[in-house]
Every structure is written in structure tokens, then in C-alpha cells.
């Protein structure tokens, strides 16, 4: 089998993470008992499992999920209708657990996540984005529509609960089974009910801790495309808008100042993850 050519969808920055990108690759299956002679291709599920085969043989750090044949003319870049990046910050007062190095923007500073919300609405739509490109983006032109941009917080990836916890948890969850049994039990029987309440007072509450549990916040932005630098630049801007250092009256502000050196410090590229590519495919 031999490559004439290919292309990713997205091309990212060094550090930045994708769990699901796309590429094109354009190649001719040629006999090897009559050489020139090009023969039907290989089916997808034959191509996916001999990629992966050589993927893993080599100590790759990606697999095929997928393999499609695709038209002549079909571009993995050019020819995408949407794509979805997530920006993965965690914060917390202790270091980063080992599992998350590299995965994530790590501060120890609370974020206000509603006013980091009411930026996210002012950037949504479509503008001009000059503020949030980076110097050599090869984009034809600045104006790009953002149709998603948004936050919520999300459960830490490989996160197991600490004793105190898991005790909290259990007595919580006992105490939740005890008052349905004392609303049942108001029907017809009161005795359930006052042995139920005895329980409850019963009780060892936990102390909490003094350190705050680390919390994990999720921003994904959805368009199109992006300007180079785009969506890392977004991100600096709203952390800056989480720990107050800039106002949410400020956004449309820099938004029309229209060039990069009125926009926040970039955020990191090992927070960010290309999620998923889409296309328009008969």
C-alpha cells in the first residue's frame, strides 16, 4: 500500500490533547506479485486493525477507532462543518495528583463561575476575533462564529474518595434510607417513627476538612473554526474573569480593542482537548 498524501483536521500545538481527531490519507493498494498493478482496497476493518497492530508494536500513544472510505476529493481540514474543543481547569490548594500532569490548567484560585458564564455568553455569536489571534494565524480573516462557549463543572477523572468521605457518604446515605422509612412509617405506625428519629440523633456527624476538595471545570467552545490560538486565548480571559483580575463589563471591551495585546495571558495548551470533528457525509 503506498501514501500519496493526507491531512489532520485540526492541527494543534505541542502539549495540546484530542480525543477524537480525523485525517485523511490517500493511498493506492499496488500488487506485489505484478508491480504497477493497482488493486481494490483493503477493507476499513482490515486497515484499522493492521494501523493499530503497528501503532501499538511501536509504543504509540494513539488508536483507530474508525476507518472510512471517503470520496477523491474529501479534505479532513477543509471540509469539516464543526468542531468541539474542552478546556479541562482544576482547582485546588494541594499539587496536582500525578495522573492529571499535563492534563489540565492547575490553580489554587477560586473561580466565580457564574460572571465566567456571562463572559462566555458575550463572546458567543459572530465577531470579529483579532483580540484572540495569535500572531502567525493563517486565517484569511478574523471573523469567526462562535456557537458554543460555556462552563460546568465536571467530577475529576480518576478520583476516588478519601476515608472521611466514604464515611460521610455511608452515614449520609444511611440517613437518607431511615427518614423514608419514618415517612412510611407515619402512615400507620408512630413507634417506627420515634425509633427512626433515635437513630438520626444517634449519628456521628464528620467533621470537614479544613482543605477544600479539588473541583474540575470544563469550558468547551464549538464552531466551525478557530483562529490560531483562539480557544487557549478565550480560556486566559475567562480565568481572568473567574479570579476578578478582569470585569465582565470589560469582555465586549477587548473584544472590539481588536488586537491580542489587550487580551489576558494564553492559558496552557495541556488543559485543552480537540473532542470531536464533524461532517457532512452522504
Known amino acids: 500500500m503506498l501514501s500519496r498524501g493526507g491531512a489532520p483536521s485540526s492541527r494543534t500545538d505541542t502539549g495540546v490533547h484530542a480525543l477524537r481527531n480525523v485525517c485523511h490519507v490517500d493511498v493506492e493498494r499496488v500488487s506485489k506479485r505484478k508491480p504497477g498493478e493497482i488493486l481494490p482496497p483493503h477493507e476499513?476493518?482490515?486497515?484499522?486493525?493492521?494501523?493499530?497492530?503497528?501503532?501499538?508494536?511501536?509504543?504509540?500513544?494513539?488508536?483507530?477507532?474508525?476507518?472510512r472510505c471517503v470520496p477523491r476529493n474529501f479534505h479532513a481540514r477543509f471540509e469539516a462543518k464543526e468542531r468541539t474543543y474542552h478546556y479541562r481547569i482544576i482547582v485546588s490548594s494541594e499539587a496536582l495528583s500525578v495522573f492529571e500532569r499535563n492534563r489540565a490548567w492547575h490553580t489554587s484560585e477560586q473561580l466565580n463561575i457564574p460572571a465566567m458564564q456571562q463572559a462566555c455568553e458575550c463572546l458567543v455569536g459572530h465577531h470579529d476575533f483579532s483580540s484572540f489571534r495569535a500572531a502567525g494565524c493563517q486565517a484569511k480573516s478574523p471573523m469567526k462564529t462562535l456557537d458554543e462557549l460555556r462552563i460546568c463543572e465536571m467530577p475529576l477523572w480518576l478520583c476516588y474518595p478519601s476515608e472521611a468521605m466514604q464515611i460521610k457518604c455511608c452515614d449520609e446515605s444511611f440517613r437518607g434510607l431511615n427518614e423514608e422509612r419514618a415517612c412510611s412509617s407515619e402512615v400507620g405506625n408512630s413507634k417506627s417513627h420515634l425509633n427512626t428519629a433515635a437513630l438520626e440523633d444517634a449519628l456521628v456527624e464528620v467533621p470537614e476538612t479544613k482543605a477544600q476538595r479539588p473541583r474540575c471545570y470544563v469550558i468547551t467552545a464549538r464552531a466551525r473554526s478557530f483562529l490560531y490560538h483562539q480557544v487557549r486565548l478565550m480560556v486566559g480571559l475567562l480565568k481572568a474573569v473567574g479570579t476578578g483580575v478582569v470585569q465582565v463589563s470589560d469582555v465586549p471591551h477587548l473584544l472590539e480593542a481588536r488586537t491580542v495585546t489587550k487580551a489576558p495571558p494564553m492559558a496552557p495548551a495541556c488543559g485543552l482537548y480537540l473532542a470531536e470533528v464533524k461532517y457532512q457525509l452522504d
Open 44 to 67: 476499513p476493518a482490515v486497515v484499522k486493525r493492521a494501523v493499530n497492530h503497528f501503532l501499538q508494536k511501536n509504543g504509540e500513544d494513539v488508536q483507530v477507532v474508525d476507518v
